[in-house]
């Protein structure tokens, strides 16, 4: 099954995600499938800053519709722009779609210890296309400035651009409008921006915050601090042999004193996907908030916050082809609204005053400080090229590679695959017997091919395993069945060797 099928609400209520009484009865209760509200009537984020603000244009620039010399168009214009045949989804074979990518991608065109370069550290963070590098350091070159704030032309075009990557953002997610954006550092700020805001206005002692077995330390760590501040009681979704989340106890663990059910879409170790409706119908069902982790989802297939129903959902750029220390917050309105700020300062006022302040609307209330514009900006053009190549191609050409990988490690004497999860996406972990995973790494990058070894920040899950740490291969985009050989080759001669 597609992962984006099964991470969606069910068309068929009697489908083999959905079969249990339990899930029926979480799909009764919770009334009705999320329905999708229309775009916002709310227009004024969109208007250029200097119409907003009456300020002159001088050099004739519009946010969204620059002009460039045929050489800047050419620069940027990624190869998937270049050939109509690759526009969107559009592609004549699935697996030609990474090696077309990969000329896209400027690091990728090196060599490694003598090598062609392998990138098969996707879920740590990805490489990014020519179009973002560009895009930022246009920005820094021509447009740099702090935003909302200074009445002059580059403070415009700064803020005109990231407000424009703000709608690029909903628009990519699913959001109901830009201002339920919230731009932060990565994934593990927002969650950590949640447990303290949602924590404080919403969790009193004796509360209960439900996560599962398959969470990276990012949706783990900031719940137990949440516990530990508030009195709340940390509960766990366990996961069975074979890595899938145990459904059957999702209304063991998730009970009438549940407030927070905050549940990854894809467990970044092991590459399971949850299928995050029935999750979030069973804790909508007993009145919690559900929040999704959306690190190793958004890069993969299609994701709409909406269909999903997520209070909160949480995604790195920089997994996504865009820049680090740049990331998102999805809330609902009414959530976002009713929340207190987490950080005070600059940007996020209305009026200061020594007895009191009161705070500026949604996003402005959590976007304390001068953010990372930059990476704002890069971040709408990664989401803008992924959106080019087709997010339900990468999906399918991710899914061929992903099959083909499993054989091909499968094939592999002493080699043994951790978990075998019903659907997977973008990560496989396996251990090799005889071989520490930090050399089989070391191994594989003498031969330019990069992946992780560790723990993978999922030491839970890697406990119910019995390991401490695994070797990870994860796809992207850009990788082809040609990588996935070469890494089948140089592990075979690893274990020969032994
Ligand atoms: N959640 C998951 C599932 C992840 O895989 C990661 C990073 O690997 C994170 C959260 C944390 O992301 P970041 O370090 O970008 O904040």
Redesign the pocket.
């Known amino acids: 099954m597609a992962a984006s099928d099964y991470a969606r609400p069910p068309k068929n209520p009697d489908s083999e995600i959905w079969s249990a009484a339990a899930l029926s009865e979480a799909v009764r209760r919770a009334g009705k499938e999320a329905t999708k509200a229309g775009p916002s009537t709310e227009r004024s984020q969109e208007l250029p800053y200097f119409q907003r603000y009456g300020i002159e244009n001088e050099r004739g620039w519009e946010s969204s519709d620059r002009t460039s010399s045929p050489l800047e168009v050419q620069q940027r214009q990624p190869y998937f722009l270049e050939s109509s045949s690759l526009r969107g989804e559009a592609h004549p074979s699935t697996t030609s779609l990474g090696i077309q990518a990969r000329r896209d991608f400027p690091a990728l065109a090196q060599r490694v210890n003598g090598h062609r370069l392998i990138w098969l550290d996707n ?2 963070t990805t490489q990014k296309p020519r179009v973002v590098i560009n895009k930022v350091h246009r920005f820094y070159e021509t447009d740099n400035s702090n935003i909302h704030r200074a009445a002059h032309t580059l403070a415009a075009r700064a803020t005109d651009a990231y407000e424009h990557a703000r709608s690029v953002v909903a628009r990519f997610l699913g959001s109901q409008s830009p201002e339920q954006i919230v731009f932060v ?5 927002a ?1 950590n921006l949640i447990a303290h805001s949602a924590g404080q206005r919403f969790i009193t002692e004796g509360d209960e915050i439900v996560v599962t077995e398959l ?2 330390h ?2 783990i760590v900031p719940w137990q601090l949440l516990c530990e501040r508030s009195g709340a009681v940390l509960k766990v979704l366990p996961v069975d042999d074979r890595g899938n989340l145990r459904l059957d106890a999702l209304y063991r663990v998730i009970g009438g004193r549940t407030k927070i059910v905050a549940v ?1 879409q ?3 170790s092991i590459g399971t996907v949850v299928p995050v409706c029935a999750v979030s119908a069973a804790a909508h069902s007993v009145g919690a908030l559900v929040v999704v ?1 959306g ?2 989802s958004a890069a993969h297939f299609p994701v709409d916050v909406t269909e999903l129903d997520a209070d909160f959902y949480a995604f ?1 750029g ?2 996504v082809y865009g820049p680090t220390g740049i ?1 998102v917050l999805y809330g609902k309105r009414n959530l976002l609204e009713t929340m207190p700020p987490w950080h005070g300062g600059g940007s996020m006022i209305n009026q200061v005053t020594f007895e009191r302040t009161t705070y500026a609307q949604i996003p402005a209330k959590f976007e304390a400080g001068t953010g990372h514009i930059a990476g704002a900006v890069g971040l709408a053009a990664a989401l803008e090229y992924v959106d080019h190549v087709g997010r339900s191609a990468i999906e399918r050409h991710e899914h061929v590679l992903m099959e083909h990988l499993l054989e091909t490690l499968e094939a592999i004497p002493l080699l043994r695959i951790v978990a075998n999860p019903d659907v997977r996406a973008g990560s496989v972990s396996f251990v090799v017997d005889g071989f520490e995973p930090a050399r089989v790494a070391a191994h594989l990058d003498r031969h330019g091919i990069a992946v992780r070894a560790g723990h ?2 999922a030491q839970p899950l890697l406990r119910h395993f019995g390991l401490v740490a695994t070797v990870r291969p994860s796809l992207g985009l850009y990788n082809c069945l040609e990588d996935v050989e070469t890494l089948g080759a140089c592990l075979r001669r690893l274990v020969r060797s032994s």
Request: with cysteine; aromatic share 0%.
């Open positions: 879920a740590a550092r990565g994934t593990t700020e969650i969470e990276h990012s949706n990854t894809v467990a970044n982790d690190a190793q790195s920089h997994k990331g993978h920040c």
